[in-house]
Nanobody, 126 residues
Framework: QLQLVESGGGLVQPGGSLRLSCAAS????????IGWFRQAPGKEREGISC????????YYTDSVKGRFTISKDITEGTVHLQMDNLKPEDSAVYYC???????????????????WGQGTQVTVSF
């Protein structure tokens, strides 16, 4: 049973950067497929980035391509989402989610993910 904890959210001005982290208490996420999702008020949860653990491929939704980077830290067993050139429309609660070991990730199918963090708020505003 994985317990995921996100950190790194906060308030940032447009054009700024934040680095979100996702850790699993007492375990490593390195071998799990990982997804990052976000949900803004009144909107559905959106998959924004994921990394498969069978082939290491990374995927991004169009709105964040070139600005966000997903990565895994094998030493710490954590997953990060580097977010650069943030825009007000990036404001949302961000969640990390873990799927199976050595598996393919998905941006659209949340049923693939068995474990979810509690979320961290990101606000992009002056």
């Amino acid at each position: 049973q994985l317990q995921l904890v996100e950190s790194g959210g906060g308030l940032v001005q447009p054009g700024g950067s934040l680095r979100l982290s996702c850790a699993a208490s007492g375990s490593t996420l390195y071998y799990h497929a990982i997804g990052w999702f976000r949900q803004a008020p009144g909107k559905e949860r959106e998959g924004i980035s994921c990394q498969s653990s069978n082939d290491g491929r990374k995927y991004y939704t169009d709105s964040v391509k070139g600005r966000f980077t997903i990565s895994k830290d094998i030493t710490e067993g954590t997953v990060h989402l580097q977010m650069d050139n943030l825009k007000p429309e990036d404001s949302a609660v961000y969640y990390c989610a873990a799927a199976g070991l050595f598996s393919q990730c998905s941006l659209s199918n949340t049923d693939e993910y068995s474990y979810w963090g509690q979320g961290t708020q990101v606000t992009v505003s002056f």
